[in-house]
T-cell receptor
Framework: QKEVEQDPGPLSVPEGAIVSLNCTYS??????FMWYRQYSRKGPELLMY????GNKEDGRFTAQVDKSSKYISLFIRDSQPSDSATYLC????????????FGKGTKLSVKP | DTGVSQDPRHKITKRGQNVTFRCDPI?????LYWYRQTLGQGPEFLTY????????KSRLLSDRFSAERPKGSFSTLEIQRTEQGDSAMYLC???????????FGSGTRLTVV
């Protein structure tokens, strides 16, 4: 079983929609989670990181961690065509800062 | 350019040949990571360095793979006797120890024919 499970999509929404992207994780030993955005033929770029449970907001993006259900979510409000990309969730492995475990990524397309 | 730079961007090689990739991290970053990403998958950790010391290696890093960071600045990843299964995007990232802000390069896409 992969440690981070993510529905690969693809997910297609109209411009302006609220997007919900989700991951589940299996090992609750560590509490740091990240969301990365990856445009085609580019490396991933860090969007947000969260520690433990709760919400974190940054502009149109909200990251949420639910420890009890081992669920990680990213919400995008007022989605734009420029948000079309693959979104990767990741968790830090153990106590090392050198090892992120990524989900497969969800490919999002926002149609104008 | 203050980002992470990887060279080459694309590499096509014949099976059995050796290839070497280079990564230049952000200059003040002391940690450097290598990941591999295949189509439809998330990046998978290969190895990382703090300064010139290689601190962790994944079991994915077979003995055909070797990575170096001789002066704690740029790094090279070499694959010997390439196989078709090595075809992937090889991503380099860097960070400051203690920060969560990994910065990835655009990757080197390897195709083994």
């Amino acid at each position: 079983q992969k440690e981070v499970e993510q529905d690969p999509g693809p997910l297609s929404v109209p411009e302006g929609a609220i997007v919900s992207l989700n991951c589940t994780y299996s090992n609750s030993a560590f509490q740091y989670f990240m969301w990365y955005r990856q445009y085609s033929r580019k490396g991933p770029e860090l969007l947000m990181y969260t520690y433990s449970s709760g919400n974190k907001e940054d502009g149109r993006f909200t990251a949420q961690v639910d420890k009890s259900s081992k669920y990680i979510s990213l919400f995008i409000r007022d989605s734009q065509p420029s948000d079309s990309a693959t979104y990767l969730c990741a968790r830090l492995y153990g106590g090392s800062q050198g090892n992120l475990i990524f989900g497969k990524g969800t490919k999002l397309s926002v149609k104008p | 350019d203050t980002g992470v730079s990887q060279d080459p961007r694309h590499k096509i090689t014949k099976r059995g040949q050796n290839v070497t990739f280079r990564c230049d991290p952000i200059s003040e970053h002391n940690r450097l990571y290598w990941y591999r990403q295949t189509l439809g998958q998330g990046p998978e950790f290969l190895t990382y360095f703090q300064n010139e010391a290689q601190l962790e290696k994944s079991r994915l890093l077979s003995d055909r793979f070797s990575a170096e960071r001789p002066k704690g600045s740029f790094s090279t990843l070499e694959i010997q006797r390439t196989e078709q299964g090595d075809s992937a995007m090889y991503l380099c990232a860097s960070s400051l120890a203690g920060s969560w802000g990994y910065t990835f390069g655009s990757g080197t896409r390897l195709t083994v024919v």
